[in-house]
């Protein structure tokens, strides 16, 4: 089955600064990109997805980058604030009958003011 | 529009003991997902259910069971409860099955602690 891999598992960077978290993926199979963030307390919140065919997608501070061939794929938070603190997990799925999405462990983003 | 609804939020069982936990979907949508979420293991899939029906299942014992109703709320029942089963149990909707990689919505989760 699908494996996904985040690394490093926590990251901490300044107010302002770019934040860049990435995710590996074993099955060359896997078709859709979702990236979540979860506060304390609350359940997981999908902020971007991103398709197998296309290499990058925006949205706002918000970017998504994927590489089919080296099976791994990124999020690039731009302008990072202190809201931006939480744990962010990246996830692949393949489209089919048995699908499902893989979550990879998660990434503590801390901003420090 | 109305977000993903669990209830309750926080639960606290002992061992051998059953639970039953609710999710009410986004409205309009047919498909939900249940996960289970702990710090060693993270997001774990449970089962999918669409139209009533379980469309996939991961891999759990047979004590981990759920069930959809017609209006697309759906329950997940845990039977003789394991120390271990204490975790974060997340439900999910999208629109429609996972097979065509719909997005999928969460809600904020019911704390399991068994005793």
């Known amino acids: 089955g699908e494996n996904v891999e985040q690394h490093p598992s926590t990251l901490s960077v300044q107010e302002g600064d770019s934040a860049v978290i990435k995710c590996t993926y074993s099955d060359s199979a896997s078709n859709y990109f979702p990236w979540y963030k979860q506060e304390l307390g609350k359940g997981p919140q999908l902020i971007i997805d991103?398709?197998?065919?296309?290499g990058e997608k925006k949205d706002q501070r918000i970017a998504v980058t994927l590489n089919k061939t080296a099976k791994h794929f990124s999020l690039h938070i731009t302008e990072t604030q202190p809201e931006d603190s939480a744990v962010y997990f990246c996830a692949a799925s393949m489209a089919g009958a048995n699908s499902k999405l893989t979550f990879g462990k998660g990434i503590t983003l801390s901003v420090r003011p | 529009k109305a977000g993903v609804t669990q209830t309750p939020r926080y639960l606290i069982k002992t061992r051998g003991q059953q639970v039953t936990l609710s999710c009410s979907p986004i409205s309009g949508h047919r498909s939900v997902s249940w996960y289970q979420q702990t710090p060693g293991q993270g997001l774990q899939f449970l089962f999918e259910?669409?139209?009533?029906?379980?469309?996939n299942k991961g891999n759990f014992p047979g004590r981990f069971s759920g069930r959809q109703f017609s209006n697309s709320r759906s329950e997940m029942n845990v039977s003789t409860l394991e120390l271990g089963d204490s975790a974060l149990y997340l439900c999910a909707s999208s629109l429609s099955v996972l097979a065509t990689n719909e997005k999928l919505f969460f809600g904020s989760g019911t704390q399991l602690s068994v005793l």
């Open positions: 259910y669409f139209s009533e029906t379980q469309r």
């Open positions: 991103i398709r197998s065919n296309v």
